[in-house]
Nanobody, 125 residues
Framework: VQLQASGGGLVQAGGSLRLSCAASGRTFSRYVMGWFRQAPGKEREFVAAISSSGGVTYYGDSVKGRFGISRDNAKNTVYLQMNSLTPEDTAAYYC???????????????????WGQGTLVTVSS
């Protein structure tokens, strides 16, 4: 499976960005999709996940209430709407797909086996 993330950039604190991740090579609608992020010198952190149908979502504590994950199975694309951004959100953001179809919606990194190339989000203060 190939994942292509886009939409990153430079934004001021308090601003918003929308990330996109286009998938190919796997039946997209069968798999939980997730977003993770990694800041320099830190471990990769779970951000959000969404069920295969899009009806169930799950968020990391640091982004709850500010970020929203969604998907369009007709376009094989998952999105991450990021609002009220802070400098602590600065990181490379990665989309990923779970290894098994119709999996549990959770942030366990080992559930995910395919990763996009990452898109950089920089939030200035």
């Amino acid at each position: 499976v190939q994942l292509q993330a886009s939409g990153g950039g430079l934004v001021q604190a308090g601003g918003s960005l929308r990330l996109s991740c286009a998938a190919s090579g796997r039946t997209f609608s069968r798999y939980v999709m997730g977003w993770f992020r990694q800041a320099p010198g830190k471990e990769r952190e779970f951000v959000a996940a969404i069920s295969s149908s899009g009806g169930v979502t799950y968020y990391g504590d640091s982004v709850k209430g500010r970020f929203g994950i969604s998907r369009d199975n007709a376009k094989n694309t998952v999105y991450l709407q990021m609002n009220s951004l802070t400098p602590e959100d600065t990181a490379a953001y990665y989309c990923a797909t779970q290894r098994l179809p119709y999996g549990e919606v959770r942030g366990t990194i080992t559930d995910f086996d395919s990763w996009g190339q990452g898109t950089l989000v920089t939030v200035s203060s």
